[in-house]
């Protein structure tokens, strides 16, 4: 990705690491492959054509790497010292996520030029008045803020119902994480070696920390943000705060225009997130 507004995403992406915030939610690997995949469709492809090869990428890494929750991938607690440590140390850990994230780009990638139809299934466009969680969120902290990113927000639509429906990290809850880090995450290809290193020690240290320091700073913030909306909505997954997992498009669409829980959700994390920007910034 190139350009001033991919730049923009790659901020929003900074706290999708470690499942939203090292939260242990929905591994950043498969959010940030589910944008990635959006990215390359482009405008002119088909929401519903977009979110079927989404789909099929998250499958692809529940296949291949047991599961797609970071928690249940690395088994450990970032916000515990000790699970930090048995992240790092010896390093079998973190090498295994690095061959997750090497293997998923390749995949990844091999997708542009892969030949894709909907065999024969009808294309039905999202109409433009459908409520898309990450999205409503990204654009109800624009209007209050003037943080946000237009192509970000189109793009966000491949969260819904947990990233494609699958049940996993929420739409509402990525979209405040993402929010907040526009305005406060990281362009790593800007950043020097040693920075992106300083940069990463801070932030995970943050973690540990009741009175974080070197703020304003993505980890720190979005920690708060992270367990404030947990508590609202009980859980950071999907399937778990509206109890089902969704089928399709027509089914996710029914269900999010008459869920009162998802409607306060996302009023919450809208107002979270800028409350958040507001403070910082």
Same mark, same amino acid.
């Given at each position: 990705m190139s350009g001033r507004r991919e730049k923009v995403m790659l901020r929003?992406?900074? /706290?999708?690491?470690? #499942?939203?915030?090292?939260? /242990?939610?929905?591994?950043?690997?498969?959010t940030g492959g589910a944008?990635?995949?959006?990215?390359?469709? #482009?405008?002119? #492809?088909?929401?519903?054509?977009?979110?079927k090869r989404v789909s099929d990428y998250v499958d692809w890494f529940q296949d291949n790497f047991a599961t797609t929750l970071c928690r249940e991938r690395t088994g450990v607690d970032f916000y515990k010292t000790k699970g930090q440590l048995r992240y790092f140390l010896p390093g079998e850990r973190v090498g295994r996520c690095l061959w997750h994230?090497?293997?998923?780009?390749?995949?990844?990638?091999?997708?542009?030029?892969e030949p894709f139809s909907l065999k024969g299934e009808q294309v039905r466009e999202s109409p433009v008045h459908d409520?898309?969680?990450?999205?409503?969120?990204?654009?109800?902290?624009?209007?209050?803020? #003037?943080?946000?990113? @237009?192509?970000?927000?189109k793009a966000?639509?491949?969260?819904? /119902?947990g990233?494609?429906?699958?049940? /996993?990290?929420?739409?509402?809850?990525?979209?405040?994480?993402?929010?907040?880090?526009?305005?406060f995450g990281w362009d790593i290809r800007e950043m020097s070696y040693i920075r992106t290193?300083?940069?990463?020690v801070v932030g995970h240290t943050n973690l540990l920390r009741k009175h974080p320091k070197a703020m304003p700073e993505p980890f720190a913030i979005g920690k708060g943000l992270v367990k404030t909306l947990r508590a609202k909505a009980g859980s950071l997954e999907c399937r778990q705060?509206?109890?089902?997992?969704?089928?399709?498009?027509? @089914?996710?669409?029914?269900?999010?225009?008459?869920?009162?829980?998802?409607a306060d959700l996302i009023r919450a994390a809208v107002e979270e997130a800028t409350e958040a920007i507001e403070k910082y910034r």
């Open positions: 929003a992406a900074t /706290g999708l690491e470690g #499942g939203m915030v090292a939260s /242990g939610s929905t591994c950043g690997v498969v944008l990635g995949i959006a990215l390359m469709e #482009g405008p002119m #492809g088909s929401h519903q054509e977009t979110m994230i090497g293997k998923a780009m390749a995949h990844v990638s091999s997708l542009r030029d409520i898309h969680c990450a999205q409503a969120v990204l654009k109800g902290v624009r209007d209050k803020t #003037g943080v946000g990113d @237009d192509l970000l927000e966000s639509f491949v969260l819904d /119902g990233v494609a429906y699958k049940g /996993g990290a929420c739409g509402a809850i990525a979209g405040a994480v993402m929010a907040v880090n526009i305005a290193i300083k940069n990463f705060i509206v109890g089902r997992r969704f089928e399709g498009q027509d @089914d996710f669409r029914a269900h999010i225009r008459s869920s009162q829980t998802c």
